[in-house]
C-alpha cells in the first residue's frame, strides 16, 4: 500500500472517530445516530481498495476506535464485529464497483449489517456461554426478542443512515482522489 493510501485511511479513520464521538453527544433519539466510524472506514476501503488482509487491518482499528468511544453493551466486541464489517464492505464493493452507480451504497449496507449482526451475535453468545451469570434470566424466546429490537431499533436505522452518508460523500471523495494523481 502506499504512503499515500495508508494517509488517507488514517485520515478518515480520524475524521469518523471525531464525527462518532460528537454524534455519541448529540441530542438525538440512538437510532438516529449513525455509525460515523463504519462510515469512515467503508469511505477508506472504497477510495483506496486494499487488499483482504489491509481490509481486515482497517476493521480492526476501526473495532479499536469504537471499544474506546462506545457506549455499547460491550465494547470488545467491536474489535470482532468492525473486521467482519470492513471485509464484508471490500468484497460487495469489489464485486459491484463497475457494475452499479450505487456500489459505495451497498457495500456500506452490508459492512454495517455484518457489523451490526455479528456484535449482537457477539453479545448473545457472551450471554449464553455465561453459565450461573445471565443465562437463567434469558430462554431461546427472549433471546430471539433481543436479536429482533436491536436489529429494528439500532441496525437496520444505522444501516440506513450510514448507507447515505457513504453515498453522498464517496462522489466528491472519489473525484478529489483521481485529480491527486
Known amino acids: ?9 488514517g485520515i478518515l479513520l480520524a475524521v469518523g472517530a471525531i464525527a462518532r464521538f460528537a454524534a ?7 437510532f438516529l445516530v ?29 473495532g479499536i476506535i469504537s471499544a474506546l468511544i462506545s457506549h455499547s453493551i460491550f465494547p470488545p466486541g467491536n474489535l470482532i464485529s468492525e473486521p467482519i464489517g470492513a471485509v464484508a464492505c471490500l468484497l460487495v ?7 452499479f452507480t450505487a ?11 455484518a457489523s451490526g449482526i455479528s456484535f449482537i451475535l457477539i453479545v448473545m453468545l457472551l450471554v449464553m456461554v ?10 431461546y424466546e427472549s433471546l430471539y426478542a433481543f436479536f429482533s429490537a436491536m436489529m429494528i431499533m439500532i441496525v437496520i436505522p444505522t444501516a ?15 473525484r478529489a482522489l483521481s485529480r491527486r494523481s
Open 93 to 99: 464493493f469489489q464485486a459491484l464497483k463497475t457494475r
Open 34 to 62: 449513525p455509525n460515523f466510524v463504519i462510515v469512515f472506514y467503508c469511505l477508506a476501503i472504497m477510495l483506496v481498495v486494499p487488499k483482504f488482509s489491509q481490509a481486515l487491518g482497517i476493521g480492526f482499528i476501526g
Open 130 to 139: 455465561a453459565p450461573g451469570l445471565l443465562f437463567k434470566a434469558f430462554n
Open 103 to 113: 456500489a459505495p451504497s451497498i457495500a456500506t449496507l452490508i459492512a454495517t449489517f
Open 24 to 30: 455519541l453527544y448529540a441530542p438525538l433519539p440512538p
Open 1 to 9: 500500500m502506499k504512503s499515500q493510501d495508508i494517509a488517507i485511511i
Open 160 to 174: 440506513i443512515i450510514n448507507t447515505i452518508i457513504a453515498q453522498v460523500l464517496y462522489i466528491p471523495a472519489s
